[in-house]
């Protein structure tokens, strides 16, 4: 029988999660950036074993990746390995709207800072 997940607060404004870790296999979250937003906040981490993948819909998303600034585009995605120490800074001036996928949906995130 097919489910309807239902979505969950992220840690940061503008993002939520579909279901929740218990119900589904790899995590889906939906964020919507506001023009212009420079930081948000999100501190430099990286997961133990989860490929995350960056998928923009619309607009322009800013991410450090080990230190580089990547401004990821409309139609386009960005791959983080584990271990890459990352962190979503914001978008360009249109504002973002993107989704990320990651291999699994386990909490292994690895705070650095």
Do not use: W
């Not at 995590?27 to 133990?48: F, M």
């Amino acid at each position: 029988m097919p489910k309807i997940h239902q979505k969950i607060q992220h840690h940061f404004p503008g993002a939520y999660a579909l279901g929740s870790r218990e119900d589904v296999p790899f995590r889906i979250n939906v964020c919507r950036i506001e023009p212009s937003i420079d930081d948000l906040g999100d501190p430099i981490h990286h997961h133990e074993t989860r490929v995350t993948f960056f998928c923009v819909i619309e607009g322009i998303m800013k991410i450090e990746v080990s230190g580089h600034l990547i401004e990821v585009e409309e139609g386009s995605m960005l791959e983080v390995q584990p271990h890459e120490y990352y962190r979503t800074m914001g978008a360009g001036s249109v504002g973002a709207l993107y989704v990320v996928v990651g291999s699994h949906n386990e909490d292994d995130r690895i705070l650095v800072e």
